[in-house]
């Protein structure tokens, strides 16, 4: 079970707006450790959609955005397309006594 | 444009050492601040984080791995490489090598290999 908890699957029409959480703790999210965002198409390398919780890379369209408050932080993707279809993780770090580097278990997003 | 590319068996035998390679082009691993590290996807599941390294050789491992891996650098070949020992059926895996965008192993990873399968199995 991931220290990251994500909703196994969300889904939405194309055009529509979804959002994915990612529910941390004090330990990471809650003590300020930053969240990044990932989409994997399978056989594919994952790509980097949001880093340091609401920064875009170059290239990313300006249609996912992320956001973080407290223990939790999201991403929302508006403008629902086809190619959006994919599995998403978030990414952060966690300080407790056995440190680590942790991912969510995973979203799949399917457009309806 | 940097591109990195995992190389190594596909299969591995149940108690012995796994070992990938990860080649990095567009990039000099010697010359940079970055971390690399490595990840695993099992089949069915999430992404997992190994390892990262910087290029002076200074590592950081999982907790739940600790134990069995090893994560090297080699800046005369610009290449890292990840050695897990005693394999079991529970490491068969998708194993992607990536680049950490930044000076520290908790940063964003921004470039990622295509990802290599390594089935253990006798």
């Known amino acids: 079970q991931s220290v990251l908890t994500q909703p196994p699957s969300v889904s939405g029409a194309p055009g529509q707006r979804v959002t994915i959480s990612c529910t941390g703790s004090n330990s990471n999210i809650g003590a300020g450790s930053d969240v990044h965002w990932y989409q994997h198409l399978p056989g594919t390398a994952p790509k980097l959609l949001i880093y340091v919780n609401n920064n875009r890379p170059s290239g990313v369209p300006d249609r996912f955005s992320g956001s973080k408050s407290g223990t939790s932080a999201s991403l929302a993707i508006t403008g629902l397309q086809a190619e959006d279809e994919a599995d998403y993780y978030c990414h952060s770090y966690d300080s407790s006594l056995s440190a680590d580097v942790i991912f969510g278990g995973g979203t799949k997003l399917t457009v309806l | 444009q940097l591109r990195l590319q995992e190389s190594g068996p596909g299969l591995v035998k149940p108690s012995e050492t796994l070992s990938l390679t990860c080649s990095v082009s567009g990039d000099s691993i010697s010359s940079s601040t970055n971390y690399w590290g490595w990840i695993r996807q099992p089949p069915g599941k999430g992404l997992e984080w190994i390892g990262s390294i910087s290029y002076s050789g200074s590592t950081y491992y999982t907790p739940s791995l600790k134990s069995r891996v090893t994560i090297s650098v080699d800046t005369s070949k610009n290449q890292f490489s990840l050695r897990l020992s005693s394999v079991t059926a529970a490491d068969t895996a998708v194993f992607y090598c990536?680049?950490?965008?930044?000076?520290?192993?908790?940063?964003?990873?921004?470039?990622w290999g295509q990802g290599t399968l390594v089935t253990v199995s006798s």
């Open positions: 990536a680049r950490h965008n930044g000076d520290s192993y908790v940063d964003q990873l921004d470039y």
